[in-house]
């Protein structure tokens, strides 16, 4: 989209109305996006930007189920503790602002378990002007899944300190990662009633701005 100050101003307008429509609970990602993008080229606010929308729904067994859209923005990237890492690579779809006439959009669904970790991120994080995208992401995988035992905190700030970009692109990330499966809740003795607890999902933003010339 741009780094200047129209960019920006075209982002906030995105942004404010995206919230609208995601305040509509029963509406699933694809269309949500695919209601954004039918206003922005009514609207003429812009022919050309990315978007990932996704939603996490946590389960009564501590795990979660994430659904998400993508408009040409880089896949959600699921690191499991025994499985390793795996780029979402469903509901991907073209970027917005380029037509209201283009196929339906489509959806990802996916199980997270409990221990995994979720990564959003903007591509500027991949990208090498000499490299194949599809390695860059597979070293970002490696790293992802080697990083995955140490605090969130640290697990993002040090993908951000191994990324070899060299495009002068914005880099952030968003990373949530689930507590590992509780022990089982000890048997309801009679008379007493049980309730079953699971701790809240980690959350870490982290973002770094670089420019090089």
Excluded: N
Excluded at 61 to 68: I, M, N, V
Excluded at 156 to 166: G, I
Excluded at 173 to 196: F, I, K, N
């Amino acid at each position: 989209m741009g780094h200047d100050l129209d960019a920006a101003t075209v982002m906030g307008q995105l942004r404010s109305m995206f919230r609208g429509i995601a305040m509509d609970d029963s509406m699933e990602p694809a269309r949500a996006v695919e209601r954004l993008d039918e206003l922005a080229v009514a609207l003429g606010i812009t022919d050309f930007a990315s978007l990932l929308y996704a939603r996490l729904r946590r389960r009564p067994d501590g795990g979660a189920t994430l659904t998400w859209s993508s408009a040409g923005h880089p896949a959600p990237l699921l690191v499991h503790p025994a499985h390793g890492p795996r780029s979402l690579l469903e509901g991907a779809g073209m970027v917005l602002g380029v037509t209201s006439r283009g196929p339906a959009r489509s959806q990802g669904r996916a199980t997270v378990e409990p221990g995994s970790t979720l990564l959003f991120y903007t591509d500027g994080l991949v990208e090498q002007r000499c490299r194949d995208l599809d390695e860059t992401t597979s070293r970002l995988e490696a790293a992802a899944s080697e990083l995955l035992d140490t605090p969130l905190a640290t697990f993002c700030d040090e993908l951000l300190a191994r990324s070899e970009s060299d495009t002068s692109d914005d880099i952030a990330l968003l990373a949530v990662r689930l507590p590992a499966a509780l022990p089982a809740d000890p048997p309801v003795q009679p008379g007493r009633s049980g309730q079953t607890q699971h701790r809240p999902p980690e959350v870490v933003g982290s973002g770094a701005v670089r420019s090089r010339s």
